[in-house]
């Protein structure tokens, strides 16, 4: 039988402020386990809370570049629930009159667009974390009350391909904010996705299944991935899905149930009493609107229009705000005829190196203007492709200039007719055979020859220069 897929995501970001969404302490990372708590993320009695200013400001920025509705009226609730991560055994977020609501992504699918559509974005505080080890669990509350923002998708994903693409798509939006680092390791982005199957053509949605534990893009796609399969093979035997949260395992590369799925009524939310609630004015909308940056979307149609490249390599070079303000240095300051050259460098050899050393192509020790000097080189035939890449990784590892690492390295092109005359002559004597193959007719002969040449010159030779005057040679004997 034939099932359409249904999923929809949560997305959970930690907003960069510098202290808490409800107190004054620091909101760093990485710091020693509760060093950055205090009476009111602990939950002590006695104890109240006060509303951080940048965390409306991040909020609303975000939302409005995800096209929502942000609400004029809008107020804090609590999330009522026992977990020992939770020391006040509620969590401070918004329910019924969230900060902003019906706003929408559009995704690229091979060149598609498709809009996915955004449920709500509102503001919460994060919970502490769990440290699990051999027969104990600790917990450090440095993370408690640091401030979230939960973007509820609505369920338009039909694929674990549309997840990871929107789920990418929403990371580069964000970035390009400069709200969150979106940084899946420490925790500053995490995602629950929610998925059900039904019948194809059918319009009620199916009972869905809650998936949880999922590190990285790819762990979602994973675990969406083996949940269509369970859940398809349990259609297919006619029994029933159970509404249940489960676990992506990924050493099993599976998914495993953790406990029943809770409904709201089951977080007995209610407005939070130490809080007022928050009137937001137009001007204050229109004045933050203002301080939304060119984001991907409209610089990819920009890179297409402006420097004449193509969907493909648009797309990689806007993922990051960074990247994209790198590579249109490179370009904007590129004498070349063609801009495609600086872009192949820029998306292949660059952007190797820059996933070695797990950094942005920005963060590379190469100015724009060095890394354009070493693709002129290779334009004006004084280095070879090949050996320019050795010449980028040590421009990279020592931060010197091309010029210097090629003279240092003895990796100049040998292009001059003169100097390669006598390589030439040495290889049409040494190697009768092919040259009798080569008028003969044979093409693949030719390149014997010119691989010889360049095996005498120890690959200083320009290949190009070699072919043309072989050929020249051969065809006046």
């Not at 996915?116 to 669990?137: C, F, N, P």
Request: hydrophobic share 35%.
């Amino acid at each position: 039988m034939e099932y359409e897929v249904v999923i929809g995501l949560e997305v959970h970001l930690h907003l960069n402020t510098k202290t808490k969404a409800f107190c004054g302490c620091k909101a760093e990372f990485g710091k020693e386990p509760n060093t950055q708590v205090c009476p009111v993320c602990l939950g002590f009695p006695g104890s109240l809370p006060v509303f951080n200013k940048t965390v409306l400001d991040y909020a609303i920025k975000a939302a409005l570049a995800l096209n929502c509705k942000v609400q004029e009226y809008t107020k804090f609730d609590r999330k009522n629930y026992f977990y020992p991560d939770l020391p006040k055994n509620y969590q401070i977020s918004q329910y019924d009159l969230p900060l902003s609501k019906e706003g929408f992504l559009d995704i690229d699918l091979d060149g598609k667009n498709k809009r996915i559509g955004i449920t709500r974005v509102h503001m919460e505080e994060d919970a502490g974390k769990l440290i699990h080890r051999e027969k104990v669990s600790l917990v450090d509350f440095n993370r408690t009350g640091i401030p979230l923002l939960e973007i509820v998708s609505d369920p338009h994903l039909n694929s674990p391909q549309e997840a990871y693409e929107y789920l990418s798509t929403l990371k580069s939006t964000i970035q390009y904010l400069d709200v969150s680092d979106c940084d899946m390791e420490k925790g500053s982005l995490r995602c629950d996705a929610n998925i059900s199957l039904r019948k194809a053509g059918e319009k009620e949605l199916g009972r869905k299944t809650e998936l949880k534990n999922m590190n990285s893009f790819k762990a979602v796609k994973g675990a969406l991935s083996f949940e269509i399969q369970r859940q398809e093979g349990l259609l297919d035997e006619g029994k029933n899905i159970v509404q249940e949260t489960r676990l992506w395992d990924p050493g099993a590369q599976e998914t495993a149930p953790m406990r029943a799925k809770e409904g709201a009524q089951d977080y007995r939310y209610f407005p939070e009493p130490d809080l007022p609630p928050l009137i937001i004015s137009k001007e204050k909308i229109e004045e933050i609107r203002k301080t939304i940056p060119e984001l991907p979307k409209q610089k990819f149609l920009r890179f297409i229009k402006d420097y004449g490249l193509s969907a493909y390599d648009a797309k990689i070079l806007v993922a990051s705000k960074k990247g994209a303000d790198f590579a249109e240095e490179c370009m904007r300051e590129y004498r070349g005829s063609d801009k495609k050259m600086i872009v192949n460098w820029l998306i292949g050899p660059v952007s190797s190196e820059a996933n070695a050393k797990n950094c942005a192509i920005s963060d590379l020790k190469v100015a724009a203007k060095d890394l354009i000097e070493l693709v002129g080189f290779i334009e004006k035939d004084e280095i070879s492709n090949l050996s320019a890449k050795v010449v980028l990784t040590e421009m990279i590892n020592s931060g010197l200039p091309a010029l210097k690492i090629m003279k240092e390295n003895n990796l100049i092109q040998i292009s001059d007719a003169k100097a390669l005359n006598a390589i030439i002559e040495e290889v049409i004597k040494e190697n009768e055979k092919s040259v009798n193959d080569f008028k003969s007719g044979k093409e693949a002969a030719l390149m014997f020859l010119v691989g010889q040449a360049m095996k005498k010159s120890a690959g200083k030779a320009n290949p190009k220069t070699v072919k043309k005057m072989i050929k020249g040679r051969l065809a006046n004997a």
